[in-house]
């Protein structure tokens, strides 16, 4: 209940602000309305009269002298001096963020290149330890065939002295 009594008073508030902002709106509208009606109806004397007035209360341009035209000139070469300088500067700045950038670049690609030299210097090492692996297996390999066959000719040459006696 006191919700719905606090929402109809807020209601009621909100009337209130509206209405008073019309009204002010429409006392504005009508305050302008009649400046409207008042210059409509005014003779073309009384027009001159208000031009005039109005163009009394804007001051005419002063003429300016040749000093003023040559410090005019000197302040404009100086800011765009300045300016220039400012953008020379910007420049240098890029430059040099460009170069420190190429430079990181380059030392990253020497860096990779000494890697893959390491790695390659490794694989390379690890190939020739697997060769000789292999030519120690095939020697031993050869050595034990050798033994092997030395052994079935002597076997042999047992079984063929006994067989000839």
């Known amino acids: 209940m006191e919700e719905i009594c606090e929402k109809a008073e807020a209601a009621e508030r909100d009337l209130q602000m509206m209405s008073e902002e019309r009204k002010a709106n429409l006392e504005k509208e009508k ?41 005019y000139l000197k302040e404009r070469s100086e800011e765009e001096f300045k300016i220039r300088q ?43 330890e697997q060769l ?3 030519s120690q297996m095939q020697m031993a390999m050869m050595q034990q065939q050798q033994q092997t066959q030395q052994q079935l000719l002597t076997v042999l040459q047992g079984f063929v002295s006994k067989a000839g006696q």
Do not use: C, H, P, Y
């Open 31 to 71: 305050r302008q309305a009649e400046d409207m009606r008042a210059k409509a109806l005014e003779k073309v004397g009384e027009t001159k009269k208000r031009e005039a007035s109005d163009d009394v209360k804007k001051e005419k341009k002063a003429r300016r002298s040749g000093a003023d035209t040559i410090t």
């Open 86 to 128: 400012e953008e020379l500067e910007l420049k240098k700045q890029e430059q040099r963020a460009q170069a420190k950038q190429q430079e990181e670049i380059t030392q990253q690609l020497i860096r990779q290149q000494e890697d893959q030299k390491v790695m390659f210097a490794n694989l390379q090492k690890q190939q020739s």
């Open 132 to 134: 000789q692996q292999l």
